[in-house]
């Protein structure tokens, strides 16, 4: 090889790696928290009619997961919602709200139905709280502690995660009695 081009190719490999190091991915790009921070207040419309605010749940945990009705992770990623948190830490102090996504309350209560969830669901079909927290990607969750910091968050549905999240939320609720 000749020096001149081993140069201009070792430069080309440098560069790459700092773009590497420095760049984030798209997922990064598109989340708008970090752990630690202030969960973003919202108010969303659930499938019984009422409001769910997220500040009126200060003091308790709250288990946030924005979700579509057509998303694969997210299908596969709600029955665990339901057996493995909902049921299971609900008399623990945990709140849990899943919001659709660009999702009408209809359309999020006939889901909620077909599939016998029976955790809080709701609608943010405009994307307005959805939009304080990222710019896309789904499924999304948040587990908020009691002072309404974002003490877990993750994009997608995988396995280890998923237990990354239930040691969060054993940590942030009360012991089983």
């Given amino acids: 090889m000749k020096p001149y081009f081993s140069r201009i190719l070792g430069l080309a490999l440098v560069c ?9 991915t798209s997922e990064e ?7 630690g ?11 019984d009619g009422k409001e769910f605010k997220l500040s009126a749940h200060k003091g308790k945990p ?3 997961n924005f979700f579509a009705t057509w998303c694969g992770p997210c299908l596969a990623e709600l029955p665990h919602v339901e057996q493995e948190i909902w049921k299971k830490y609900k008399d623990r102090g945990l709140t849990v709200v ?3 996504r660009e999702h009408e ?3 999020v209560s006939e889901f909620q139905k077909k599939h016998q969830y029976s955790f809080v669901m709701a609608a943010d079909p405009k994307r307005e709280a959805y939009g304080k ?11 908020v502690n009691k002072e309404g910091k974002i003490a877990f968050q993750s994009v997608g ?3 280890a995660d998923f237990k990354k999240l239930l040691a969060a939320i054993e940590k942030e609720t009360t012991p089983a009695k």
């Fill in 16 to 24: 790459l790696g700092l773009i590497e190091i420095s760049g984030a």
């Fill in 29 to 35: 790009q598109s989340t708008l928290t970090k752990v």
């Fill in 37 to 47: 921070d202030a969960a973003p207040d919202f108010t969303v419309k659930t499938t």
């Fill in 62 to 64: 709250v288990l946030l």
């Fill in 98 to 100: 899943v919001v659709g």
């Fill in 105 to 107: 309350v209809p359309e």
């Fill in 133 to 143: 927290y990222a710019t896309q990607y789904i499924p999304r969750t948040y587990l």
């Fill in 157 to 159: 549905f995988n396995e």
